[in-house]
């Protein structure tokens, strides 16, 4: 998966659609795309610990621009498998995946807005892992 830039002169960031799957054990299939940090943008964050082990997991995400597999570490994936519905998507933001964690000056960017981001999400999940 290659990121698309993130294009707004406004604030904004990428949020992630994790699509509904009717079993746990079914891949990780995801949309992300831009959007503008607005009061009535309805998501919810993930906040979770990334642990130390590198990235051992794949998931499939796409844009407007592509798709493709992405790595996330372990902790992640079992976060995502977790909060997936069954009966509907579900829209959200997390740092590792929504972030291009590749590109210094956008995390910068991000990581100044991540007060805007947890305060105007709808709910802030907290993923202490699977135990």
Not at 24 to 36: P, S
Not at 93 to 111: L, M, S, Y
Not at 117 to 122: D, E, L, V
Request: with cysteine; proline share 4%.
């Amino acid at each position: 998966f290659s990121y698309t830039p993130l294009q707004s002169k406004d604030p904004s960031t990428r949020l992630l659609r994790l699509f509904r799957a009717s079993d746990f054990q079914d891949e990780v299939r995801c949309e992300i795309w831009e959007a503008k940090l607005q009061p009535d943008l309805e998501y919810e964050a993930l906040s979770y610990t990334w642990g130390t082990n590198p990235p051992s997991e794949t998931i499939f995400l796409r844009d407007a621009h592509g798709e493709g597999r992405f790595a996330v570490r372990d902790n992640l994936d079992d976060a995502l498998r977790h909060l997936r519905l069954a009966d509907h998507d579900r829209v959200i933001w997390t740092d590792a995946i929504c972030i291009n964690q590749e590109d210094e000056i956008e995390k910068g960017r991000q990581i100044a807005n991540m007060r805007t981001i947890y305060t105007q999400a709808k709910r802030v999940v907290v993923w202490l892992g699977k135990e």
